[in-house]
């Protein structure tokens, strides 16, 4: 199946640094999310984005929704162990579907 | 709320058995969506469900696999015949129609072996 591209695969931070991902397509989005997922559980969202350069908060994570509508940003500052996990963006394509294509995950490691 | 409960959290099963797993939703929710996960990749939307009605299915959605919802609201995803190409997690997530642009909320998931 279609999967969005992200980068980088996997990063290994220091606790307290910043972390910056990304999320690109080859199709445009009128929806972007991210998720996190730690192991043995379902992801669980973070922030959405509905409008091109859009800008969203959600404690010490910001997204960012593409201008050109096809990649998405997420970064997390000043990192703690418990960000720990595999972060996932999604997308939706059109109005009158609510199927949204997931990326392939930055997993994110964080040393004390 | 107690959240979307999936059951059972973990099958393994032989090659060519059958398999079945439910998801219920949070209570409010009409709209039901099973994706699946293998391992070191993203979730891939398989199918879902607004009520009793399903409305859309991916080419993934083989023919041994078969989804229902059948009052609009637990649903089943049953397999038939598995492989071992079947061995994934199987999320099941739901949301509100109104609130479906918002993301949806996703249960723990069935993490299924086939030996």
């Known amino acids: 199946g279609q999967q969005l591209n992200q980068s980088p695969q996997s990063m290994f931070i220091q606790e307290g640094e910043d972390v910056s991902m990304n999320c690109t397509s080859s199709?445009?989005?009128?929806?972007w999310l991210w998720y996190k997922q730690d192991p043995g559980e379902g992801p669980v969202l973070l922030i959405a984005l509905y409008k091109a350069g859009e800008l969203t908060s959600n404690g010490r994570l910001t997204a960012q929704f593409g201008i050109t509508r096809k990649d998405s940003f997420l970064n997390i500052s000043a990192s703690i162990p418990s960000d720990v996990g595999i972060y996932f963006c999604a997308g939706r394509i059109t109005s009158g579907t609510y199927k949204y294509i997931f990326g392939t995950g930055t997993r994110l490691k964080v040393l004390a | 709320d107690t959240g979307v409960s999936q059951n059972p959290r973990h099958k393994i099963t032989k090659r060519g058995q059958n398999v079945t797993f439910r998801c219920d939703p949070i209570s409010e929710h009409n709209r039901l969506y099973w994706y699946r996960q293998t391992l070191g990749q993203g979730p891939e939307f398989l199918t879902y469900f607004q009520n009793e009605a399903q409305l859309e299915k991916s080419r993934l959605l083989s023919d041994r696999f078969s989804a229902e919802r059948p009052k609009g609201s637990f649903s089943t995803l049953e397999i038939q015949r598995t492989e071992q190409g079947d061995s994934a997690m199987y999320l099941c997530?739901?949301?509100?129609?109104?609130?479906?642009?918002?993301?949806?909320?996703f249960g723990s998931g069935t993490r299924l072996t086939v030996v």
């Open positions: 997530a739901s949301s509100l129609l109104a609130n479906a642009n918002y993301g949806y909320t």
């Open positions: 199709s445009i989005f009128n929806t």
